[in-house]
């Protein structure tokens, strides 16, 4: 009763933070802009929380439960990708100011290529929501054994749209500042928690994950996060270009550290002996380590973290239909990791914009 206690009046308290004040959210370009005077901490705040999601959160802890040190290299792909982010495109697409990052090949290279960009950034937002809805449905579902997943997943994407859909990107700013906080403080109890029960060394499996995957995972991952339309609408959001550029360096810090932490403390969880059926269940047996009350809060913190990621794909998909009007495609599912193909293509095209005068629609198209 503590924990759920805690766990709602958390949620309530979110959600009262990002409907206060939305009634000064008039104009399409504070819905999707925040009137494009956002700040070098709450720019960060939002940075850091449309990164940090469960999906990526179980997988790496999972890893960090089975692998040990070797596992923090996944959370420096982060690192490296958003500090490649930071020097290659932040204050270009700052400096740019368009609507979306699609309208800047729309200016350059002509509305196909735009449209074409579109597509597939789209599609790939729509597989993102379902991989988000999916994670958060998993979480909880144990909470509500008797609940529908379907209605499960309803009701939390319900909630999510309450906090966010009057109030945009202004609301969800708004509530990252306040989950930002939450997470410095519950993440560090997991790395404690775990660490005073460690009594075994910690576990050390290196050929688990190979250093050809984590290669390619950085490189794959610095072409396709630049032409994330999640982060360039935060970027178009900033203050000035210096303002995008060093709350995105500093993002790269904190993202790392924060996933690092997670992961650190699951191979330690390991090391107190504590045997999983599966190594994504790490985290879940982290929070139920803690005691009453404190869980409710580390639960309400994972729903924020999926939360302001779900809602901030979700306002980056508004301003690509807003700027292109572009219908989705139906079949998604089939075409989510083709996807990653032609959206890591069109990163080169992106970069050739920035720094090739010489460019042309035609080697875009290429």
Known sequence: MVDLC????????????????????????????????????PLLCTLVMTELNTSTLLAFAGLGYLVGLKALFLPAVFFICFLFYAFTVATKYKEKNFSSCSMLFKDRFGSPIAKLASSFLFLAMMGLTATYVKSITLIFSPLFPAANLWMLSGALCLLILL??????????????????ILVLLIFPLFLFSAKQRSIEPLPSLPHLLPN???????????????LAPWYSQKIFSAKKP?????????????VFALYGIATLATAYLKASGISLASPELAIPTLINLFPFGLR???????????????????SAMSSLIIADFLRPSKS???????????????????????????????????
Request: glycine share 8%; with cysteine; charged share 10%.
């Open 6 to 41: 805690a766990f709602v009046g958390i949620l309530c308290f979110l959600l009262v933070l990002g409907l206060f004040k939305n009634r000064k959210v008039q104009s399409e370009e504070t819905f999707l802009f925040a009137g494009r005077t956002c700040g070098f901490f």
């Open 163 to 180: 906090m966010t859909l009057r109030g945009g990107l202004v609301a969800i700013i708004r509530t990252d500042i306040a989950s930002f």
């Open 212 to 226: 050809r995957f984590i290669l390619s995972l950085i490189i794959l991952t610095m072409f396709t996060y630049i």
């Open 242 to 254: 210096k303002t995008a550029f060093a709350a995105t360096a500093s993002a790269a810090i904190i």
């Open 296 to 314: 409710g809060m580390a639960y309400a913190t994972l729903f924020m973290i999926t939360a302001t990621t779900l809602a901030g794909v979700w």
């Open 332 to 366: 998604y599912k089939q075409g989510l990791i083709l996807a990653n193909i032609p959206v890591f293509s069109l990163s080169f095209a992106l970069l050739s914009l920035f720094y090739w005068k010489r460019a042309t629609s035609l080697g875009a198209l290429l």
